[in-house]
């Protein structure tokens, strides 16, 4: 019981990593109505970020906040120059897809050129202690990347739905041009949500580094369980990429440890729940399901 | 406008059209589908580019982006209402203000949920769940919560029942009584069309074939016969 709880923990600690990067892509599936294959380069990108501030002697809860405001630069950055201008990503999806496979490479070796090949150390955000309930080790790192990301998705749901930018975010993403009919800046507001993506995905870098060593492919793995956590929760959902995140986070901690036949294979499970998703669920838990009015 | 150009890529619609409407005036460009209506439309919001005069309120309007039209007082509900379907009816309107940064965006919509009773009481729904005349008188008090001087109304009657047609043009005329906007109609259904509108233009192949007051086109041979099947 002990060693399952262990690992249960283990999961619940990484499912939150997996649903921040989610919560990432979800906002850019809201406004590009596109799976963002960059979002974990921009992550790690920013991570560097992260690092290289407080690499210069700043404090790192103040080394992340200045990651974030950088990850939200490169994120509106790569909007402005690289996916505004191959046009309306509703009407070219393919080729603002293949921009965001083309981001993803240009980030991975922008940040080996910046920052080199050898890995990084960055230290864990909520120090390498922890607590022991009842005979389990809980690492205060996976307590605070809960909290972080309740914050987050809490932050991110208060905007969308609290507040008029948050509004006119929807706006555009269930009809752009109708939005922009009435007023509202539709390109500014599509760069603000990248820019937002990148910058939670940020936190999503912070909590992988420590673990895996901060090195320009660390997120890699990260980004297919995230795709794993939104197809299952529903592409459109921030609720649907908290839940998701979890559920992934420890089915891939839980069913390596106790299925014959995963020990070696961690990947195995979020990919039979992306194939078992698709299959059944096509829009996934608390996605809307997509209905055409002919 | 004078001598507005428009077109899709290279294709051109609109050869030189000129066009006027006064404040507070209700005109109305008739034409079969392909004629350049809509175009006309979207090159005067500025979701196309054009080369021509356009000119509101002594202003230029070319070159400009469609918020910033937004902002200089023209209003315009595209073909098939253009309602935001995930988006509540009074998030619609909301939405609809927003290029206004006064105080008074509340209570405009309570005035329009009481304008059209239907949409007071559906405040909550999501508009993609409403009839298309629900939709329809959704997406035209959408556009009066900017406040406009000019509304660009396409093609309204597109899809609805008769009946329904009636009612929206009835409501409409009800409202530009009230606030004095100028409505720049285009319509495929004359009859309607030529009863609210003060002013017409038949439109055939991106060009004006004939103008003047809409009595007097409703009695117009030519008009009658393209238009009205009589």
């Known amino acids: 019981m002990t060693d399952f709880l262990q690992v249960l923990f283990v999961g619940i600690g990484d499912g939150a990593i997996y649903a921040m990067l989610g919560l990432g892509l979800v906002v850019i599936y ?20 992260v690092w290289t501030v407080w690499d210069l002697g700043v404090p790192l809860p103040l080394a992340v906040i200045a990651g974030m405001v950088g990850g939200f630069g490169v994120g509106a950055l790569a909007h402005q120059i690289a996916v505004r201008p191959v046009g309306d990503p509703h009407e070219k999806p393919l080729a603002v ?62 905007l969308f739905q609290r507040t008029g930018l948050g509004l006119a975010m929807r706006a555009v ?18 760069m603000l949500g990248w820019g937002l993506a ?56 839980v069913v390596p440890q106790y299925v014959p036949g995963f020990e070696k294979m961690p990947l195995a499970p979020a990919f039979i729940l992306i194939l078992a998703v698709l299959l059944f669920r096509p829009e996934g838990l608390f996605g809307r399901k997509q209905v055409q009015r002919v | 406008m004078r001598g507005l150009r428009a077109g899709y890529g290279i294709v051109e619609v609109l050869f030189g059209l000129d066009l006027d409407v006064d404040a507070g005036e209700l005109v109305v ?32 309007l070319r070159g400009l ?4 039209v937004v902002q200089a007082g ?16 009074v ?8 290029t206004r940064r006064d105080s008074e965006v509340a209570a405009d919509i309570d005035l329009w949920c009481d304008a059209f009773p239907r949409l007071g009481e559906r405040r909550d729904q999501l508009a993609g769940s409403m009839s298309g005349g629900e939709q329809q008188m959704l997406a035209i008090a959408r556009a009066f919560m900017s406040r406009p001087r000019l509304l660009l109304l396409d093609e309204p009657s597109l899809g609805l029942a008769p009946l329904v047609t009636a009612e929206v043009f009835d409501r409409l005329r009800d409202i530009t009584d009230r606030t004095g906007t100028a409505v720049l109609l285009v319509e495929q259904n004359a009859n309607l069309a030529l009863d609210f509108a003060g002013r017409a233009y038949v439109l055939e192949a991106g060009e004006i074939v004939a103008s003047g007051p809409a009595a007097q086109l409703q009695h117009d041979e030519t008009v009658q016969k393209a238009y009205l099947g009589i």
């Open chain 1, 30 to 49: 809201r406004s590009t109505g596109l799976l963002n294959f960059a979002q974990g380069e921009m992550a790690m990108f920013s991570t560097f970020i």
């Open chain 1, 97 to 158: 897809v293949m921009v965001t496979i083309g981001l993803f490479v240009g980030l991975n070796s922008a940040a080996q050129l910046v920052w080199g090949t050898l890995d990084r150390d960055l230290p864990p955000l909520f120090g390498s202690g922890g607590i022991e309930v009842a005979g389990v080790a809980i690492a205060w790192q996976k307590i605070g990347a809960v909290i972080v990301l309740a914050v987050l998705a809490l932050g991110f749901y208060l």
């Open chain 1, 173 to 190: 993403a269930s009809n752009s041009e109708s939005a922009s009919l009435v007023g509202v800046p539709v390109p500014k507001l599509l």
């Open chain 1, 198 to 253: 990148a910058a939670v995905g940020t936190v999503a870098g912070v909590f992988t580094a420590p673990g895996r060593g901060l090195g320009s492919n660390m997120m890699q793995l990260t980004l297919i369980f995230g795709f794993a956590a939104i197809t299952l929760g529903g592409f459109d959902s921030l609720l649907g990429a908290v839940v998701g995140g979890f559920v992934v986070g420890i089915a891939s901690s």
């Open chain 2, 29 to 60: 460009v008739l034409g079969a589908n392909g004629s350049g209506k809509t175009t006309t439309l979207r090159a005067v919001s500025g979701m196309l580019e054009s080369r021509g005069e356009i000119v509101f309120d002594g202003r230029s």
């Open chain 2, 65 to 68: 982006r469609p918020d910033q």
């Open chain 2, 74 to 89: 023209i209003a315009h509900v595209p073909q098939g209402r253009g309602t935001i379907n995930d988006l509540t009816v």
């Open chain 2, 91 to 98: 998030e619609n309107l909301r939405i609809g203000a927003w």
